[in-house]
């Protein structure tokens, strides 16, 4: 208790030194796990005599925003992004917070406002819809509209079945189906950054045959729900695996429209990165019945090496 009493004190100075010092600056202390935080990718590391002098240094750099100290070495490492805070830390972690000359992106439009890069790739973002959590967007039109998507790790598929799959017209139930059956596969999926709500019905970076299927939804012409057995063609999967993101876990899925429908089979991992269904009916529109479907972090780490850090200033 003394020396977190005293941690404070020198604290308080130190910020009230920095306001003097440099007018515009402040510093917020968090806590994270030290295996959470990629030394190796500082922009700097230095020795640092003191707190004070550290983040000092940070100030002098325009990419750094974030920066860790280690008391009993006395190394000092400067950041262009910022790490996530955890409940358990128990390492000392430094961000800037003076919003007004110095800040990271909240989306793509300032991402290109902010460092005039008009090229398309993966950036941090930090969406105000995610609290500031750190963020891959992929951001698409940089150089006019820019549009974000999350690019998703592994194909994200659904296919359809519907009556031109039909063998024997208005008979259901057969072992059988008539090619092709629609499909579409997702290697990224459009995002509003506002909100974290998916656009569906965006095609850009897909690949199709027949009329695409919205994404999280899929069709099934094949035969009413209660018959057995009864193949099932039309199915989806979603996975979200490898970008820190999940789909909101208190969205439902279930039949969107259709006669004698219902999902089968349905399963959820227990990270819920990944979700899977049929569906049946005669015929069945199958897909998420509780709205948009919205993107929400989880405790994934991903590499800052995997995307661009932008940082705005005013300098």
């Not at 020198?10 to 402040?26: A, C, R, T």
Request: overall charge neutral.
């Amino acid at each position: 208790m003394k020396w977190n009493a005293t941690l404070l004190f020198f604290f308080s100075l130190w910020i009230g030194y920095l306001s003097m010092k440099l007018g515009v600056y402040h510093f917020k202390l968090l806590k994270t796990r030290l295996d959470l935080i990629e030394n190796e990718l500082a922009i700097r590391s230095d020795f640092g005599l003191t707190l004070i002098q550290c983040a000092t240094s940070c100030t002098e750099d325009l990419r750094c925003v974030s920066l860790s100290y280690n008391r009993t070495t006395k190394s000092c490492r400067h950041f262009d992004v910022i790490y996530d805070s955890d409940e358990y830390g128990n390492n000392d972690y430094w961000i800037v917070t003076n919003g007004s000359t110095r800040w990271v992106p909240r989306s793509c439009s300032e991402v290109a406002s902010c460092s005039g890069n008009t090229t398309d790739g993966e950036y941090w973002i930090y969406p105000t819809a995610t609290n500031g959590r750190r963020t891959k967007i992929y951001c698409h039109n940089l150089d006019s509209v820019p549009v974000h998507y999350v690019t998703l790790k592994n194909t994200n598929r659904f296919i359809g079945h519907s009556p031109t799959n039909w063998v024997v017209q208005q008979q259901e139930c057969r072992s059988d189906f008539k090619a092709p059956l629609t499909s579409v596969d997702f290697v990224k999926i459009q995002i509003n950054i506002e909100d974290m709500k998916i656009n569906g019905t965006d095609y850009t970076f897909t690949s199709h045959s027949g009329s695409p299927l919205q994404y999280g939804h899929t069709t099934d012409c094949n035969g009413g729900a209660s018959k057995n057995p009864c193949p099932r063609f039309g199915n989806a999967t979603i996975d979200t695996g490898g970008t820190g993101l999940i789909f909101d876990p208190t969205s439902v899925f279930g039949i969107t429209l259709g006669y004698s429908a219902a999902i089968k089979d349905f399963s959820r991992s227990s990270d819920g990165t990944r979700i899977f269904f049929r569906c049946a009916g005669w015929c069945g529109n199958c897909g998420p019945t509780s709205g948009p479907l919205q993107l929400k972090h989880t405790n994934e780490f991903i590499s800052a090496a995997s995307g661009m850090a932008v940082i705005c200033s005013l300098r």
